[in-house]
């Protein structure tokens, strides 16, 4: 039978803990999301008010805010997405290292919002890989930790070993 | 306020202008080679030394002279607004003085107004698109162009090449969406106009 806990057993007593690679890889990295504000309207006010003592995302442990793609993980898409920025949100995507998420956050970052308009991109899914969208106008910053709570859960579930070789067999050709 | 006396001396001293009907500030016409003038005199000499706005109306396909550029200033002197507008004499290529030589905030006004109608502003040290990226082929704010836009590619080859992205019409919905100033907030909130049809079902006629 295989057992389904992933972390400390009791019975196995000592210094010895026995679980997955999956599950402790996925564990280290869904509490260490580093996300980066791609602030491009108001939503980024309700993303800094998260980030405030009244709302707190480091409770949830993803409160180190980076302003370098080099330096994060997750890239949070707070507000409404030009065509002109869309080529700088991609680059800036393309420079955050693997493993990266993105959140979509508020309706313009999700379909364009009520921007339907010659300027502006019917969602950042059009030009980024997208993990989560959250709805709103904008959303609150209790939906924002939401989203980024059903985030970690999202990447509890990812198979990251397999990820790791199937990156080591594109890598080496 | 600026009084009717001074309006009337105001045109006696500058036969060029004169005096467009308008509901409310004071409106004046200008002869687009006059402008350069009239801009540096109001400045000097008559107190309208704060350039507030610049921007551009297009008639219509149709109309006789199509374009138009609109200047206001203010003047702290007269504590009142005075409006400048200007007929672009060229429909294929219309074309103003530019006077952010004489009203530096001028400048980003001038090229703002060239992104949006493609009126050239003949002298501007650096006419280019402020808006819209530099590769655009269109100017959005003309009358004949859709609200939801045109198929256009994007300007960035290797983005495109992985994203396969490009500018494409934005879905109306029985759009444009707009709000409404009055009403409960509920009710007021952006929302299409005619919200009878979508993309998928017909618009009923």
Known sequence: MISDEVGYNGKVEGDVIVTKADAVINWIRKHSVWPMPMGLACCAIELMASAASRYDISRFGMEVMRFSPRQSDCMIVAGTVTYKMAEVVRRIYDQMGDPKWVVAMGACASTGGMYRSYAVMQGVDNIVPVDVYISGCPPRPEALLDAMMKLQDKIAKEPSVGNLRKAKAVSAG | ?205
């Open chain 2, 1 to 205: 306020m600026i009084d009717d006396g001074f309006i009337k001396s105001l045109l006696e001293k500058k036969g060029s202008l004169s005096r467009r009907e308008s509901i409310d500030c004071l409106t004046l016409d200008c002869p687009a080679d006059q402008l350069k003038d009239v801009v540096l005199s109001f400045r000097d000499d008559e107190g309208f030394d704060l350039l507030v706005d610049l921007t551009a109306i297009d008639h219509g396909e149709d109309a006789e002279v199509r374009f138009s550029v609109v200047l206001h200033f203010y003047s702290l002197v007269h504590r009142g607004y005075v409006r400048l507008h200007v007929l672009c004499s060229d429909n294929e290529n219309p074309s103003v003085p530019s006077v952010s030589d004489i009203s530096p905030a001028a400048n980003w006004h001038e090229r703002e107004t060239y992104d949006m109608f493609g009126i050239k502003f003949t002298g501007h040290p650096d006419l280019k698109r402020i808006l819209m990226w530099d590769e655009y082929p269109y100017f959005p704010l003309r009358k004949e162009f859709p609200l939801a836009g045109i198929d256009t590619p994007l300007p960035a080859a290797d983005v495109v090449e992985v994203t396969k992205a490009s500018v494409e019409p934005a879905p109306m919905m029985g759009g444009p969406f707009v709000s409404s100033s009055d009403g409960v907030m509920s009710d007021s909130e952006p929302r299409a106009l005619d919200e009878s049809w979508t993309e998928e079902m017909e618009k009923p006629s």
